[in-house]
């Protein structure tokens, strides 16, 4: 059974640029939340989205977004890029319905803006 | 939000049994405490989960207080693989209406041979 993926891996940007991320999760997962990490702040929920729709937004502006496809794929968008943005970005996928929720996370795509 | 609160460190002999601590004192009644560990360049990977008794798999057991405002992740033998760093979270169980997911930073666990 394929895992959560995740891509690009790996990206470099500079500032005032825009990035998009794409992560597929598990054939069956309905819900994708997003996550950033990064080593002064740790992990941060940025989002969760189900069946398309976003259920719960993290603390952070609005320059962050995100989507959910009828596939149940997700994209999360970063405009006006900040030197504060690089981090590594995770995504996680599960199954609602199951009870406890297990959270399957991706590799991750990391990002470096300059 | 509920939030939990863990060691930042945490140090171990290879081949001992390692016990991560945890408190979650606003835990409610649907939620289930998760344990989740990530390795150096990797993503998080699920260890265990319960909700109101202990629970054990290939991996490791979890012992929920009976209050449920604390728990506590045992490895039952450290081995060098198992440095990583350890994250308790809460999660809520049912399919309805999510909350933000709290990790906080979570306890560096060191194996030492």
């Known amino acids: 059974k394929a895992g959560v993926t995740q891509t690009p891996r790996y990206l470099i940007k500079t500032r005032g640029q825009q990035v998009t991320l794409s992560c597929s999760p598990i054939?069956?997962?309905?819900?994708v939340s997003w996550y950033q990490q990064t080593p002064g702040q740790g992990l941060q929920f940025l989002f969760e989205?189900?069946?398309?729709?976003?259920?719960n937004k993290g603390n952070f502006p609005g320059r962050f977004s995100g989507r959910q496809f009828s596939n149940s794929r997700s994209e999360m968008n970063v405009s006006t890029l900040e030197l504060g943005d690089s981090a590594l970005y995770l995504c996680?996928?599960?199954?609602?319905?199951?009870?406890?929720?297990?959270?399957?996370f991706g590799a991750g795509s990391r990002l470096t803006v300059l | 939000d509920a939030k939990t609160t863990q060691p930042n460190s945490m140090e171990s002999n290879e081949e001992e049994p390692v016990h991560l601590p945890c408190n979650h004192s606003?835990?409610?009644?649907?939620?289930?405490i998760h344990w989740y560990r990530q390795l150096p360049s990797q993503g998080p990977e699920y260890v265990i989960h319960?909700?109101?008794s202990n629970v054990n798999n290939r991996m490791a057991s979890l012992a929920i207080a009976e209050d449920r405002k604390s728990s506590t992740l045992i490895l039952h033998r450290a081995t060098l693989r198992d440095a990583a760093v350890y994250y308790c979270?809460?999660?809520?169980?049912?399919?309805?209406?999510?909350?933000?997911?709290?990790f906080g930073s979570g306890t560096q666990l060191t194996v030492l041979p």
């Open positions: 979270i809460l999660r809520e169980g049912s399919s309805g209406s999510a909350r933000q997911l709290t």
């Open positions: 996680a996928s599960s199954v609602p319905s199951s009870g406890a929720n297990v959270l399957t």
């Open positions: 054939s069956g997962h309905r819900s």
């Open positions: 319960g909700l109101t």
């Open positions: 606003t835990i409610s009644g649907t939620d289930y």
């Open positions: 989205y189900f069946s398309e729709t976003q259920r």
